[in-house]
């Protein structure tokens, strides 16, 4: 009996690896300009995912935009996260981004935006003590304003900036272009907040008579990509233009980025929305797209799998539907690479992980949680 039991323990420790190394082969293998990787698909049956945070034990949270939160464990598996606000899905609206807080192994805390209502809607932010399956005392530390009709642009990107700011993008709402212009509301904005929700005494416009003191930047048609610059801090983010206009900016607090007064880019009818690219006093982009890739989420490139890729940005498309790599030298883009193409899917959201892979979400009814591995 001991023979088996010991003969048993040598097939499992033979076959182990063997599974391992098939599922990595399973994996399709791809090229790019300065490293091979392959694509391994960690979760899938996932409902239109949106926003991702990396879990101490080495699992996820996924958010699906139908109001849905998925905690993830390492082997795939998945449960419903409980304890969440009233969520309205509606069009692009539902739950949407989702960060832990920098203090998340002492406090438990979770951050997600997404969009509430009743006559009206609009994006807030809540946050609550993730314990197993539920989040518990959740609670809302902003509602933006003004809660309107329509389903379309919420922007809800969220980051922690270094300084331990809570960084917010609101949208412009599709149907309220002129507000981004306007400091009396939250529309087109991104916001600056303290992790409790109030408001920080160095924000840039505290000062100004009318305006929102939770306002960091302005003249935003709809921000989806939000990212820390891993050597200088600096915050980048890029944003949805209309037909063509896709931009790349670096926020400067108090900064207006010029939408629609300024706009690469023309209404979906063919219309002109603005005769002008630039103006004094709004800020130009680093770069933008048209035709436009749609981008959304969006991350910096600093894990030691691959060498190569440090410091390089990298953006999710979802109407060319791509990852696309950008190379920098400094603040200026000098040359782009569009990846998995191929796989011809929407790519919702993209980060680096802090196991150094990158992890991708594609957006679709049948959504999938990706990690890209170096091929040795």
Do not use: C
Not at 273 to 281: L, N, R
Request: glycine share 12%; proline share 6%; net charge negative.
């Amino acid at each position: 009996m001991l023979w088996l039991i010991n003969r048993v323990h040598v097939l499992l420790a033979l076959a182990v690896p063997a599974l391992l190394a098939g599922a990595a082969a399973a994996a399709e293998v791809k090229s790019s300009e300065q490293h091979s990787f392959r694509v391994v698909t960690l979760a899938e049956e996932l409902r239109n995912p949106w926003g991702l945070a990396f879990l101490p034990d080495g699992g996820w949270l996924v958010t699906e935009r139908s109001g849905f939160l998925r905690r993830i464990a390492p082997d795939g598996s998945k449960r419903r996260v409980d304890g969440l606000p009233e969520i309205v899905a509606r069009g692009q609206g539902g739950l949407l981004d989702v960060v832990l807080d920098p203090a998340f192994a002492e406090n438990g805390l979770v951050y997600l935006a997404y969009v509430a209502g009743q006559d009206g809607v609009s994006t807030e932010v809540g946050r609550g003590r993730l314990n197993g399956s539920r989040l518990e005392d959740f609670e809302v530390i902003l509602v933006s304003q003004p809660k309107l009709s329509g389903g379309h642009h919420f922007g809800a990107r969220l980051r922690f900036a270094p300084d331990g700011a809570l960084l917010v993008t609101l949208g412009d709402r599709y149907s309220q272009l002129e507000r981004a212009q306007e400091l009396g509301d939250h529309i087109g904005k991104v916001l600056r907040l303290n992790p409790d929700g109030s408001v920080p005494d160095d924000n840039p416009f505290l000062e100004t008579t009318g305006a929102r003191p939770e306002i960091f930047t302005y003249g935003h048609r709809n921000v989806q990509g939000l990212a820390v610059h891993p050597e200088t801090g600096a915050i980048w983010i890029h944003e949805h233009g209309p037909r063509g206009g896709d931009e790349v900016n670096v926020l400067r607090p108090g900064a207006n980025y010029g939408w629609p007064e300024i706009t690469y880019g023309i209404d979906y009818s063919g219309r002109i929305i603005s005769e002008y690219t630039e103006k004094p006093g709004m800020e130009q982009p680093l770069i933008y797209w048209d035709p436009s890739i749609a981008p959304s989420g969006m991350d910096f490139y600093d894990g030691e799998a691959f060498p190569a890729w440090r410091g390089d940005l990298f953006v999710g498309a979802l109407r060319q539907r791509h990852l696309r790599r950008l190379e920098l030298e400094g603040d200026r883009i000098v040359a782009q690479e569009v990846l998995l193409a191929d796989l011809d899917e929407r790519i919702r959201d993209v980060l680096t992980g802090p196991d150094g892979f990158l992890y991708l979400l594609t957006d679709s009814y049948d959504g999938r949680l990706l990690r890209l591995e170096p091929v040795e």
